[in-house]
Nanobody, 122 residues
């Protein structure tokens, strides 16, 4: 089992930056994939980025490629999402999640944190 706790959300103006953190307590193995998802108002939860815990290989949604960077610190058991050049459409609640293999569907992720809110004003 694993528990995930996100932090780092807040309110920024368009063009600004935020760094989200996800602290994992419990088991995170090399085979696991850690992902970030977001959910805006009246929207489905959508894939943002993911990282393979063992190799560090990263994946991104097209909408954030070049602006967001996912990374992990194995020693600290943390996953980060550095967000640059934020846009109003990036606003929403951001969730950290763990999956057994890479997937962009939230149904593949069995463990979730409570999320952290990101607001981007234009």
């Amino acid at each position: 089992q694993v528990q995930l706790a996100e932090s780092g959300g807040g309110s920024v103006q368009a063009g600004g930056s935020l760094r989200l953190s996800c602290a994992a307590s419990g088991s995170v193995f090399s085979s696991h994939v850690m992902g970030w998802f977001r959910q805006g108002s009246r929207k489905d939860r959508e894939f943002v980025a993911a990282v393979r815990w063992g190799t560090g290989l990263t994946y991104y949604a097209d909408s954030v490629t070049g602006r967001f960077t996912i990374s992990r610190d194995k020693a600290e058991k943390k996953v980060y999402l550095q967000m640059e050049s934020l846009r109003p459409e990036d606003a929403g609640r951001y969730f950290c999640a763990r999956a057994n293999s890479y997937d962009t569907s939230p149904t593949a992720y069995g463990h979730w944190g409570q999320g952290t809110q990101v607001t981007v004003s234009s």
